[in-house]
């Protein structure tokens, strides 16, 4: 039985891979409390799709030196973030049109430049759906990092971000800095985009964005508890994730993703506010 | 983060100045040419149709919504240097599921001019258990916002207004969906707020009637304002409501009927 728990972290990569993902997933959980509180869903996965041609440029110029991409993922979510913010005010566009073409445009620059290299599919899928197992320690550095600085902020700033979150006329009429605080958490967003990059990948970071913040919702009366839930439920799915990958044989994203599943849907079945997601 | 410190009220201005103020949204025009004035301590009703203008007004005030053209004074400044405005939003446009107790939204009237990393103060907290004892709600403190009826909702936000020491009140649709017996018990609350300037926009003629000293009826622009027996007559509220209005004649005078002043509950959700 023990063997079950310890054997995976006689390898040192797998601890590496367990302290990646755990960080991960709780920086996303803290972030996407905001995220679920503000319907900002499709709007973390535009940035989540959209560092694929930072990841890109990154891998393509820093053969060799990997924790180079993660910068370039994160200079490249900026600018998506400013750019989707650019076309719906320049373009009189609804947000999520202009979310929609930013997203679908940096994703196809993504594959274009990945497809110039050799081994086209395999680069891919590892950007994708993320290869926690491959994560260096130069790697884990810049996580702890940005995971760091996520924490600070969110501990800084959470009755602001609270405030704009229910009530950004309130907020306006204290004369808060509503922009600057909107920013801000686009700018935590795409940091957390960052993190997940290597733990689920492009494509599956909307997960532990939104799913484990979700379960909290689904249980708490208040923001504090429903982040400590999402950060509780998240680890969880960290942990319970990469043991599953390691037995079954499964990658370790999907792995940790369906688990996060699992915990939302025994929220969802005892939920003392299911009624908030059903029509009246 | 910068934050400009509160402006200074000029002494002698009217509480709230509106001249010519216009609002444009794209291609519709959401207030005309609106010129109205209101003293310190006065408590005002604006009344008119769905889309005419109500919300927007309260906003325009509260320094949340930019002017087209014309100008907004609030004690004589323009309205984006005060905190002592309160805008008390609609029910509808309240997220009732937000997971956030009374006593929370209470303190959030706290939270001008604080920075970042400075904690609510002994004093923050006491001036919030204030304000829930004040509008009767001392003893719903703890409860989820989702559980409150309809008259606590607003009595929650009157709580978050005078917790942050508001001097102007800006209530948008307080009375919508409240009962009689109710719209009355929040209106005597209104009335007792001490030293305060209140503009309630609402769609109840009746209510505005027996207690409002000053109304206007408002239909993109300002179709009459002053005391309600010189606004609320007939050719006025033909020319506010046009034909949603019917008048009956009946032995104690004219009586106007409207069909369609009420909004469709959470029509806006």
Not at chain 1, 180 to 206: E, F, K, P, W, Y
Request: with cysteine; charged share 15%; hydrophobic share 50%.
């Amino acid at each position: 039985m023990i063997e079950f728990f310890v054997e995976p972290f006689s390898y040192t990569f797998m601890v590496r891979a367990l302290l990646a993902a755990v960080l991960a997933s709780a920086a996303c959980a803290v972030v996407g409390t905001y995220v679920v509180l503000r319907g900002m869903a499709f709007m973390g996965d535009a940035l989540a799709h959209s560092i694929l041609p930072g990841v890109a440029v990154g891998y393509l110029l820093g053969r060799g030196e990997r924790s180079i991409v993660l910068w370039w993922a994160l200079g490249t979510a900026v600018a998506s973030a400013l750019a989707m913010g650019a076309v719906a005010r320049r373009g009189r566009l609804r947000e999520d049109t202009a979310i929609g073409i930013v997203l679908a445009a940096m994703f196809a620059l993504g594959i274009a430049l990945i497809s110039t290299t050799r081994g086209y599919a395999v680069d891919l899928t590892h950007f994708l759906f993320g290869n926690v197992l491959a994560v260096s320690p130069q790697d884990l550095w810049v996580m702890v990092g940005l995971g760091g600085a996520v924490f600070l902020t969110v501990a800084v700033f959470q009755r602001e971000l609270l405030l704009v979150s229910f009530d950004p006329v309130l907020a306006r009429t204290l004369r808060l800095p509503v922009r600057t605080l909107h920013n801000l958490l686009l700018l935590m967003v795409a940091a957390t985009v960052v993190l997940s990059l290597q733990v689920v990948g492009v494509a599956l970071t909307l997960a532990l964005l939104v799913t484990p913040p979700a379960t909290g919702y689904l249980l708490a009366r208040r923001v504090r508890t429903m982040m400590a839930l999402g950060v509780a439920s998240g680890l969880l799915s960290a942990v319970l994730g990469i043991y599953i990958s390691y037995h079954a044989g499964i990658a370790t994203g999907p792995a940790i993703v369906l688990v996060a599943t699992a915990m939302f849907l025994i929220a969802l079945a005892c939920s003392p506010k299911r009624h908030t997601l059903l029509p009246r | 983060m910068r934050r400009k410190g509160p402006v200074d009220h000029v002494p002698g201005s009217p509480a709230v100045e509106l001249l010519e103020a216009s609002v444009n949204y794209q291609r519709t025009v959401a207030l005309d040419r609106v010129t109205l004035h209101l003293p310190p301590e006065e408590h005002a009703a604006v009344l008119g149709p769905n889309g005419a203008g109500k919300s927007t007004l309260l906003k325009v005030i509260a320094g949340v919504v930019s002017l087209t053209s014309g100008e907004v004074r609030v004690h004589g400044q323009g309205p984006r240097g005060h905190t002592c405005i309160a805008y008390l939003p609609q029910r509808s446009a309240v997220d009732w599921s937000f997971p956030i107790t009374v006593r929370e939204v209470v303190a959030m009237g706290r939270m001008g001019g604080l920075p970042p990393w400075r904690r609510a103060s002994s004093h923050d907290r006491a001036r919030v258990e204030e304000s829930l004892a004040q509008v009767g709600l001392s003893e719903l403190a703890d409860r989820h916002i989702g559980e409150l009826s309809g008259g606590q909702e607003q009595r929650m936000f009157l709580a978050r207004a005078l917790a942050q020491r508001a001097q102007l009140f800006l209530m948008d649709e307080p009375l919508a969906g409240l009962d009689v017996a109710t719209q009355r018990e929040l209106l005597r609350l209104v009335r007792e707020l001490p030293h305060a300037t209140v503009i309630v926009a609402m769609h109840e003629l009746g209510m505005a009637q027996e207690s409002f000293a000053q109304v206007a009826l408002l239909n993109t622009r300002v179709v009459a304002a002053g005391p309600p027996q010189q606004v609320f007559r007939p050719e006025n509220l033909t020319e506010a409501y046009g034909k949603a209005l019917q008048f009956v004649q009946s032995a104690e005078g004219a009586l106007a009927v409207s069909d369609s002043c009420r909004p469709p509950e959470d029509a806006n959700r």
